[in-house]
């Protein structure tokens, strides 16, 4: 998602991002003034149950401090990040906060995107200035408040850890100045600290979420139960077997007599069993009995779609980086390549889960969702309210990785419709076999490259052509990152490639499948990446040249991309001796802001790629939480070796071939590599971290084997 | 009527004995602790232990309980094992999303339990049925090392993590 930014009316290039920053703090301080009065220092525990917090901050008479984090939290950390960004201005007890998600309301949007949304790797990047400013005000606030009660100068107060100090030594906690800082104005003009004076940002620190999460009281989503939402019923839904059939006729005599069943209802894609629980709603789903109208549904045919694909690679596309390509017919030599990758499935731990409530005039929501605001408003529509009638309240997800980032707010919407129509509260609970087959996917695509070097071994012309379908097209995102036919999430990372190439030419053939396809972590970097990344290891070796010396000669006019990769080479000890059976693979890629370089090992054991170990780079900026970085770095890589690997989703007239952890396999702890995370010194604005380890490791772990075997693996999953 | 007992609690039931024991134990007792993440005994997010042994909750019937002990992770903290593994589950920072993690930590307590000092393979052997899609593997691994070490996990311990400059 960063062309979002890219093409949205703010820029995200690093330096202007800062100043947007800056500019969007205008409306953090609003934040604090909206209706409900300044209450920054909230007296009272909680607020009412139905009052939308308005706050990003409480301080509590007993000293708590309780950050509402804008974000979900779906393992990425900004439940533990975030805080610590409005710790480090406000100079509390680290100890005493805590952190709470924040339900869908206009004060919490992104400060780019002007909705509440999660997604592109920018949770943090986008809370920068505006969390430390709320930490900042709030402290200035608290001092105010004790130089008041001490009759003395405010510049001569300071703070210490929860503390007011005044000039005589006087001290008063945070909590007991809470209510009279309440009082005062919230200041509009504080200054942050410095990078040199950083106390809490940059400090390793263990996640806030953690304790919840290991004694099984943590609340996810698919948690909510009847003690949250009193006659809660269960729902689980069949979709059609092909992606946009209909319903044509329906018999379900024999789901009345499941016991627990209450109702069934049709809805706009499918047929809903609502029960007492899940398995009588499950039992009730298996036995329906409905025929399908599959006139209108999709009939792709993987093994078709492949071949229409190649077929369409030959030609030029839409032009995406215009490029004389004119010199390859001069070259000293060309490589000439395609490449391949399949449809991909989240799979998130948590399967897809929506618990509604609708009433006469409002509705609630209980949701593990990466776009709040976007599906309180869908939602707000399908019960006939306004988006302010619905109360969204964010859940923590067991994982997303883009599925519950979807503008259709498909999951969201259906439970609501239920809901609706069950007239009681309702749970939808989605199977994994649901889920595995229920679209959304990353798109399929093919690539093909044809590329030259001169006599002297360097890049003269790159000809780029992508196939595949668009993500955005069609959605209320398309006006912001679709322009003259390109679609900026399918050509990031080769149009804008960092690589000195002097005659680069992207084109596109945008395709259409009627499989429903979104973003999946790193989106248009998940194919990107690994074709460029190989095909610079196939050029490195027709120049007969190193592959990490080959980039760095192309990577004049990017030093920060050159450093990533000299960092990660050097901790790898690139160029040493390896054991018999093992070779080294390496890939670099810029997204998000940041740069991610990984060096793996890889042998084979009886035919089984074996990926040893895997030292990475990455700048990413400021590193604000460095334990969550390279647990994130870990992540990614797991993330990106399950697709390498195993990940692939198939079609066959239209019915999904997947339908659950056997044969949509994923990483397993014995695949789990060694893993080295290096984190370079920044003080620049921090960048993405959650998707950026994704992209490089498919790359380099084809490049391993390259190096292992001579054989190059350009499709995915691997097939050795 | 099906009679067992969850974390020491008799439990007495005419809830039909098909029913999984993960949907009993979510629904009808709304302990919800233990996860859903597969129905098929693949992933191993539902995992409880069955007089000691580690199990399925998603793919075992309620029938098949009768007359049995089963712990959950709600109260897998009582037992001197249990406590070691979530300490040293906070002292790694091994959660992200935490989703799989109550079934992570009841097999690697479970592995504990049998083993007092896994090898890699052992570790390896013991927690291939449970996925992280979040990839915490290697964290895991570290976890339950520590928490064999029989050493106490200190949770506020710093933490290392390297950070470097790059070569000129």
């Not at chain 1, 209909?246 to 627990?260: H, I, T």
């Not at chain 1, 010396?549 to 450093?563: D, W």
């Amino acid at each position: 998602m960063k062309q979002l930014f890219e093409n949205a009316a703010i820029p995200m290039k690093r330096r202007q991002f800062l100043k947007a920053s800056a500019a969007a703090t205008g409306g953090l301080v609003i934040g604090f003034q909206l209706p409900g009065g300044n209450k920054m220092a909230q007296a009272q525990a909680a607020p009412a149950p139905n009052m939308t917090p308005n706050a990003f901050l409480r301080i509590a008479r007993d000293g708590s401090v309780t950050v509402l984090v804008k974000h979900l939290e779906f393992g990425q950390g900004v439940m533990t990040s975030l805080p610590m960004l409005v710790a480090e201005e406000l100079d509390c007890d680290w100890s005493k906060v805590r952190s709470e998600l924040a339900p869908a309301a206009p004060q919490f949007a992104h400060t780019m995107f002007g909705m509440q949304i999660t997604g592109g790797s920018s949770s943090v990047a986008n809370s920068w200035t505006q969390m430390r400013t709320v930490g900042a005000a709030a402290r200035m606030m608290l001092i105010s408040a004790g130089a008041a009660k001490w009759k003395v100068d405010v510049a001569k107060c300071r703070t210490n850890s929860g503390f007011v100090i005044g000039p005589a030594g006087q001290k008063e906690s945070f909590g007991t100045l809470a209510d009279a800082a309440n009082a005062l104005t919230v200041p509009t003009n504080v200054k942050l600290k410095e990078a040199k004076d950083f106390k809490v940002i940059g400090k390793p620190t263990r996640r806030i979420d953690a304790p919840a999460k290991v004694n099984g009281s943590a609340i996810f989503g698919l948690d909510v139960t009847a003690k949250q939402v009193p006659n809660l019923h269960t729902a689980v839904v069949l979709h059609p077997p092909i992606f946009g059939a209909k319903v044509k006729s329906l018999e379900a005599s024999k789901v009345n007599g499941v016991p627990g069943v209450t109702h069934v209802i049709q809805t706009a894609n499918g047929v809903a069993v609502v029960a007492k629980n899940f398995w009588a709603a499950k039992k009730g789903r298996d036995l329906l009995v409905v025929d399908w109208d599959l006139g209108p549904g999709s009939k792709a045919n993987t093994v078709d779609l492949r071949k229409s694909y190649h077929e369409l690679a030959q030609k030029t596309g839409v032009i995406a980086k215009a490029g004389s390509v004119e010199s390859l017919k001069t070259a000293a030599k060309t490589v000439t390549a395609e490449y391949e990758v399949p449809f991909l499935a989240h799979a998130p731990m948590e399967p897809l889960n929506c618990t509604v409530s609708v009433k006469a005039d409002s509705c609630e929501i209980w949701v593990g969702s990466q776009f709040q605001t976007v599906d309180q408003g869908a939602a707000a529509k399908v019960a006939g309210l306004k988006p302010e009638q619905v109360k969204l309240n964010t859940m923590i997800a067991g994982g997303g990785f883009g599925r519950r980032a979807n503008p259709t707010s498909d999951y969201v919407i259906e439970a609501v419709e239920i809901a609706r129509e069950a007239k009681v509260p309702v749970k939808t609970v989605w199977t994994r076999e649901d889920d595995i087959k229920g679209g959304y996917y990353r798109p399929m695509y093919v690539h093909r490259v044809n590329a030259g070097l001169d006599a002297a071994g360097k890049i003269v012309a790159w000809d780029h052509t992508v196939v595949g379908q668009s993500i955005i097209a069609g959605t209320a995102f398309e006006p912001m990152m679709v322009k003259d036919g390109i679609d900026a999430t399918s050509v990031e990372g080769v149009a804008d490639t960092p690589y000195d190439i002097p005659n680069l030419q992207a084109s596109l053939h945008t395709t259409k499948t009627g499989v429903p396809v979104l973003w999946w972590r790193s989106v248009g970097h998940t194919h990107t990446a690994f074709v460029m990344e190989t095909m610079m290891d196939d050029l490195a070796k027709e120049a007969g040249k190193d592959p990490v010396a080959f980039r760095r000669e192309h990577l004049g006019k990017h030093p920060r991309v050159a450093n990533v990769l000299a960092l990660a080479a050097d901790k790898a000890g690139w160029g040493t001796t390896l054991p018999k059976g093992v070779a080294r693979g390496v890939a670099v890629h810029e997204s998000y802001g940041t740069v991610c370089a990984q060096v793996v090992e890889v042998s084979l054991d009886k035919g089984k790629i074996k990926v040893e170990r895997v030292v990475a780079a990455i700048d990413c900026g400021v590193a604000v939480n460095p334990l969550t970085i390279s647990a994130q770095v870990e992540s990614a890589i797991a993330f990106g070796m399950s697709a390498a690997l195993y990940g692939q989703v198939t079609l066959k007239d239209g019915v999904v071939e997947q339908s659950n952890f056997h044969d949509y396999q994923v990483l397993r702890i014995a695949d789990m590599p060694k893993v080295e995370v290096h984190v370079m010194s920044s003080t620049a604005a921090p960048s993405g971290v959650g998707e950026p380890g994704t992209p490089p490791i498919a790359p380099a772990i084809s490049n391993a084997l390259f190096a292992l075997t001579g054989k190059r693996l350009r499709e995915l999953p691997f097939k050795v | 009527m099906i009679r067992f007992s969850v974390n020491g609690e008799r439990i007495e039931t005419d809830v039909a004995a098909d029913t999984p024991l993960l949907w009993f134990l979510r629904d009808n007792l709304q302990m919800t602790g233990t996860k859903y993440g597969c129905g098929m005994a693949l992933c191993g997010a539902c995992t409880v232990h069955i007089n000691g042994e580690p199990s399925r909750s998603c793919s075992t019937p309620l029938s098949a309980v009768s007359g049995k002990r089963v712990t959950t992770i709600e109260d897998i903290s009582t037992t001197p094992i249990g406590k070691k593994v979530q300490a040293a589950w906070l002292s790694e920072d091994v959660v992200q999303c935490g989703y799989c993690q109550s079934g992570q930590i009841m097999s690697a307590i479970a592995l504990l339990t049998k083993v007092k000092s896994p090898s890699d393979v052992q570790i390896d052997d013991a927690m291939a049925g449970n996925i992280c899609r979040c990839g915490t593997y290697n964290r895991v691994r570290a976890a339950i090392k520590v928490a064999a070490s029989g050493v106490d996990a200190k949770p506020m311990a710093p933490a290392k993590t390297p950070t470097a400059k790059a070569k000129a």
